[in-house]
């Protein structure tokens, strides 16, 4: 493909098309211009990362390259708003996620979250059922004032770039790896989660890490993106821009919801054993997550909160996958997928809150599981295990953005966690956290020199 011939194409057909109509009162139109279908993870390969975000979600019919950034939405005003701007206009998709604490400002690495972050692009080239359309959304107040529209179309030239191969590296270059927290302040965690776990303060509760990577040079994306891109079937996909220094990425199986229509999607994921190194033993180990009390309890734990906070919106809950073996690179989980039927379309934000943070990322009863979390962890989580995904009229789909990590200019922060229970071993959860960070940590130390 000749990104130079398709983007000056694409610049001179929206100048050409350039109008809106008389009945659109909406604050953005949305112009649409289909392609032929080509292969969009080609075509993001060859941009320029600092300006580009990415969505593909897990059934992989949904995919979508979000270049540039001409709206934000970040406080709780802002995000009223991107929902009013959504119900004007169906065509505009927002991409983002929330920090994992609704009720705070994200800290640190995190300061863009206030309390969530969601883009607007200037272009959205978005591939649906197969179908590839070049979606670009102008404001109405730009539409008669030649100058205004000068400027919006610099702005996504500016951002439509390609990447330099020069600047591209494939090695990374490691100067130190710390753990927050590390193992011995994690076990007198675990330790103080488990006595609360037996004076019953509260049934589950999961316990989160990270392991920073200090660079002297940044890591090549395109690489980590590279490695991640058919590593696990079933899975999400997302880069998202939070600065032009910071990006978020997440390799994650888990869906928190999907909404489309009047239809709900939701799945519940916990319970975990790693990968074999032979069938057999791959036998042997979906054999003892089966038959493993503190799989199955943590397992229903998620499955019993969907329950309870969907029911509300229908009396037909339908568990159409119940507790089957979700296999990925390195591990492989319970799974279970529930699908609601409603009699009108709900508020997505509402359901939002109401479902997150679910017990697999959490803890149950929550109030109390977060009341330890805010004593005992030492890191802010950001988005790693948080709402990220798609948010528009008529649809939208939010992972649980586990399996993530945060590059910066100098750091890659690798984040998972582990689900406390009754039985659960010390050592075993250490080590099952270890496995989760695999699908980073290779792709770091793979090309470290």
């Known amino acids: 493909m000749n990104l130079g011939h398709l983007k000056s194409d694409l610049l001179k057909e929206i100048i050409q098309k350039w109008s809106i109509p008389q009945s659109d009162q909406s604050e953005y139109h949305s112009l649409i211009i289909e392609r032929p279908s080509f292969d969009l993870y080609q075509l993001l390969k060859s941009l320029k990362y600092d300006s580009t975000s990415y969505f593909k979600n897990k059934e992989d019919d949904l995919e979508s390259i979000f270049i540039g950034v001409q709206a934000s939405f970040s406080t709780h005003d802002e995000i009223q708003k991107m929902e009013s701007l959504s119900l004007q206009n169906k065509e505009l998709y927002f991409l983002g ?4 604490d609704f009720d705070k400002n994200g800290e640190l690495e995190w300061a863009d979250l206030r309390p969530g972050l969601f883009i607007l692009p200037y272009l959205e080239i978005r591939k649906k059922s197969g179908v590839v359309r070049f979606i670009v959304h102008f404001p109405r107040t730009i539409y008669n004032d030649k100058i205004s529209q000068a400027r919006w179309i610099d ?6 770039k390609l990447e330099d191969d020069d600047t591209l590296n494939n090695q990374v270059d490691i100067k130190s790896i710390k753990l927050n ?6 076990a007198k965690i675990f330790r103080k989660g488990m ?3 037996v004076d019953e303060s509260f049934h589950k509760i999961v316990l989160a890490r990270k392991k920073v990577f200090e660079l002297k040079k940044p890591v090549n994306l395109g690489l980590v993106l590279n490695s991640l891109e058919g590593l696990n079937p079933n899975s999400y996909l997302i880069k998202f821009c939070l600065n032009k220094k910071a990006y978020f990425v997440s390799n994650t199986p888990e869906r928190l919801i999907k909404i489309e229509g009047n239809e709900i999607v939701t799945e519940a994921i916990a319970g975990t054993r790693p990968m074999g190194g032979s069938d057999e033993e791959n036998e042997d180990f979906i054999n003892d997550l089966k038959s493993s009390y503190k799989e199955i ?3 229903r734990f998620v499955r019993k909160n969907l329950e309870d906070n969907l029911s509300e919106y229908s009396n037909s809950l339908q568990w159409e996958v119940e507790e089957e073996i979700l296999q990925l ?12 039927q409603c009699s009108s379309r709900p508020n997505f934000f509402k359901i939002i809150r109401k479902l997150h943070p679910t017990p697999a990322v959490g803890g149950t009863p929550w109030k109390k599981a977060k009341s330890f979390l805010i004593k005992n962890e030492s890191l802010n989580r950001g988005l790693y295990a948080s709402p990220v995904g798609i948010y528009s009229k008529d649809y939208s789909d939010f992972s649980v953005a586990i399996r993530s990590a945060l590059f910066t200019i100098d750091r890659v922060h690798i984040y998972a966690g582990a ?3 009754k039985g659960s071993d010390e050592e075993g959860e250490w080590n099952e956290i270890e496995n989760k960070m695999k699908n980073f940590e290779n792709i770091i130390s793979g090309g470290a020199k």
């Open 419 to 421: 689900g406390i229970v």
């Open 329 to 340: 690179k390195y591990i492989q989980h319970l799974y279970s997928r529930l699908r609601v």
């Open 195 to 197: 006595q609360n776990i």
């Open 155 to 160: 702005s996504l030239d500016e951002n439509f």
């Open 97 to 100: 996620g929330f920090n994992f």
């Open 181 to 186: 927290p590390n193992k011995l302040s994690w």
């Open 297 to 299: 309890s943590e397992h």
